[in-house]
């Protein structure tokens, strides 16, 4: 059983970060190809285009298959996208680079994804509170799943209201709504609770 729980988190990795890097790709020739004029050269880009798109497309497949057939991957799949806000995108790639997700503090999991408020105090200096560090590639989709959170889910709309009122910046906010949104994650996986079942959501809902 280990070593078959061994194998799908390496599998579902390797599926994850492809996917991540053909975006990447998809990215740079949909630029290139706002950037030029020439006919030719977008005729060659949009094939290159439907080629990636067609693999992707695949990857999502073999991606979505993998964690249906594993029990514990499926498990933690349901309950992270029972949240507004997060797709599949990035519950695979929770699954797949946050294994410490559910088994540690919201401190420590803020931490790995860098989210967490780092000071820049010197002596009697007070710097100003930044990010840095962590898994770029988690906190990158995390930022993604955050921004549609703030529209349409209501426990993060409300927070980063409350935040935009207090005069934070955009920057500041989206930020403290990223750890907000994925401390709320945390305790999910951790106390094997839906989004629905949360307190802080039935809270909104009275």
Not at 145 to 150: D, E, L, P, R, V
Not at 157 to 184: D, P, W, Y
Request: with cysteine; glycine share 6%; net charge positive.
């Amino acid at each position: 059983m280990a070593k078959k729980r061994s194998e799908n988190q390496a599998e579902l990795d390797a599926l994850v970060t492809c996917r991540r890097q053909l975006t990447h790709v998809r990215t740079e020739q949909t630029n290139r190809r706002q950037s030029t004029s020439s006919k030719s050269a977008r005729k060659a880009i949009d094939a290159v285009l439907k080629s990636i798109n067609k693999q992707i497309e695949g990857l999502d497949g073999q991606i979505r298959k993998l964690i249906e057939s594993d029990d514990d991957f499926n498990s933690t799949d349901q309950l992270l996208r029972s949240v507004p806000g997060v797709g599949a995108v990035l519950s695979s790639t929770l699954l797949a680079e946050l294994n410490e997700l559910g088994s540690t503090d919201r401190r420590c999991i803020s931490s790995l994804v860098g989210v967490a408020p780092m000071n820049s105090d010197s002596g009697r200096n007070k710097g100003k509170r930044t990010i840095r560090g962590g898994r770029a590639p988690v906190r990158s989709v995390l930022y993604m799943a955050t921004i549609a959170a703030i529209r349409f889910n209501p426990v993060i709309s409300r927070f980063a209201e409350r935040l935009q009122k207090a005069g934070k910046l955009s920057k500041v906010t989206i930020t403290a709504c990223m750890r907000k949104l994925l401390t709320l994650l945390n305790a999910m996986v951790r106390d094997n609770l839906t989004w629905e079942q949360l307190n802080v959501v039935r809270t909104l809902e009275k």
